[in-house]
């Protein structure tokens, strides 16, 4: 059966699980807590790196900063689709105040900027404020 890698969200640990369409539950192997939370994650630059050589998942970036009023009205919708991806696709939040180098590492001129990595590659992003269906639609194609 084929396995893909997946950081977990809570202690960091790398599991190999099942590659299967859907799932019921999945435990972390090592801290045991639940691989099946949605929840966006923030990440800083060294905590990016591991999830870009540890984690096959598609990898759903929000490139924000606090001050934006169109990152902030989008967080609610980034949230709600990452609902709809447990263990298909690992959404982030980069905060582009707190770390600057890597907004610039990918050339973020306009915030919020959303990409897409899949096998530490970008393979799509936009700029601009989407809601919840439109969010969906625009990971599924990337799946």
Same mark, same amino acid.
């Given at each position: 059966?084929?396995?893909?890698?997946?950081?977990? #969200?809570?202690?960091?640990?790398?599991? *190999? @699980?099942?590659?299967?369409?859907?799932?019921?539950?999945?435990?972390?192997?090592?801290?045991?807590?639940?691989?099946?939370? /949605?929840?966006? %994650?923030?990440?800083?630059?060294?905590?990016?790196?591991?999830?870009?050589?540890?984690?096959?998942?598609?990898?759903?970036?929000?490139?924000?900063?606090?001050?934006?009023? #169109?990152? &902030?009205?989008? *967080? #609610?919708?980034? !949230? !709600?689709?990452? &609902? +709809?991806?447990?263990?298909?696709?690992?959404?982030?939040?980069?905060?582009? !105040? !707190? =770390? =600057? +180098?890597?907004?610039?590492?990918?050339?973020? &001129?306009? %915030?919020? /900027?959303? @990409?897409?990595?899949?096998?530490?590659? %970008?393979?799509? =992003?936009?700029?601009?404020?989407?809601?919840?269906? =439109?969010? @969906? *639609?625009?990971?599924?194609?990337?799946?």
């Amino acid at each position: 059966m084929n396995k893909i890698n997946v950081l977990c #969200p809570h202690c960091g640990g790398v599991n *190999a @699980i099942p590659l299967k369409d859907s799932y019921v539950k999945a435990a972390c192997g090592h801290c045991k807590a639940s691989l099946l939370d /949605t929840k966006p %994650i923030s990440v800083d630059a060294s905590s990016f790196d591991r999830l870009m050589l540890n984690d096959e998942r598609l990898i759903i970036a929000d490139f924000w900063a606090p001050w934006c009023g #169109p990152c &902030r009205s989008m *967080a #609610p919708s980034f !949230e !709600e689709a990452a &609902r +709809h991806f447990p263990l298909k696709a690992l959404f982030i939040k980069i905060n582009t !105040e !707190e =770390q =600057q +180098h890597l907004g610039g590492r990918f050339g973020i &001129r306009s %915030i919020p /900027t959303v @990409i897409a990595f899949k096998n530490n590659r %970008i393979v799509d =992003q936009f700029s601009g404020a989407l809601p919840t269906p =439109q969010i @969906i *639609a625009w990971v599924k194609k990337h799946l």
